[in-house]
C-alpha cells in the first residue's frame, strides 16, 4: 500500500532484482481494500504511511498464526510518538525516508525471518519504554508452598 506512485515504482523494478523476493501484489491508497489485500497472501507489506499501515498492521498483529504478514513501515519520519504508536499497532519494521535501498531488502529479509527492525534513535525509545513498564510492574512472587523442603545429612 503505497500513497507515492513513483516511489511504488521504484521500489518494485528494485525488488523485483532480487531472485528471493517475489511480489504477489501493489496498490497505491485508492486502488484495493484491505480485505483484497488480506486475500493476496504474503508475507511482507511495504507501506508508507502509517495512516494506511494502522489497520493493516493492526491485523497482522492479531492474526498471529499462519498466513499472517508483517508491515514494515518505510520513508517515515525520526519521530518517537509515531514510531511508538507504529510499535504498538504491530508494525515489524520502521524505516526512515534516508533509508538505502540495501537497508530496505535487509529490513525485508529481516521481518520475514521474525525479526524487528528499526533505527537505533527510535530503539533506545524502545528501551526505554520497556524499562518504564518493568518499574510500574508489581514483582510476582511465587504463592507460597504447601511442602516443607529439607535437607538431610548424616555423618
Not at 528471493?20 to 486502488?31: H, K
Not at 492479531?62 to 499472517?68: I, K, L, R, S, Y
Amino acid at each position: 500500500m503505497m500513497e507515492n506512485r513513483l516511489l511504488r515504482e521504484a521500489l518494485i523494478r528494485l525488488l523485483r532484482k532480487r531472485s528471493d523476493l517475489v511480489i504477489v501484489g501493489q496498490d497505491g491508497p485508492a486502488d484495493a481494500t484491505a480485505c483484497q489485500v488480506l486475500d493476496a497472501q504474503f508475507d511482507v507489506l511495504l507501506i508508507d504511511s502509517f495512516q494506511t499501515a494502522w489497520s493493516a498492521a493492526k491485523i497482522a498483529h492479531e492474526t498471529g498464526g499462519q498466513g499472517a504478514f508483517k508491515a514494515v513501515l518505510i520513508g517515515m519520519e525520526p519521530d518517537e510518538e509515531l514510531f511508538m504508536a507504529a510499535v504498538r499497532s504491530g508494525v515489524m519494521g520502521y524505516l526512515l525516508k534516508d533509508a538505502s535501498a540495501a537497508e530496505l531488502v535487509a529490513a525485508v529479509r529481516a521481518v520475514y525471518r521474525g525479526e524487528a527492525v528499526c533505527p537505533p534513535q527510535l530503539c533506545s525509545r524502545l528501551f526505554r519504554f520497556v524499562a518504564h513498564i518493568i518499574e510500574e510492574t508489581p514483582v510476582k512472587r511465587d504463592p507460597p508452598q504447601d511442602r516443607i523442603s529439607l535437607y538431610v545429612s548424616s555423618n
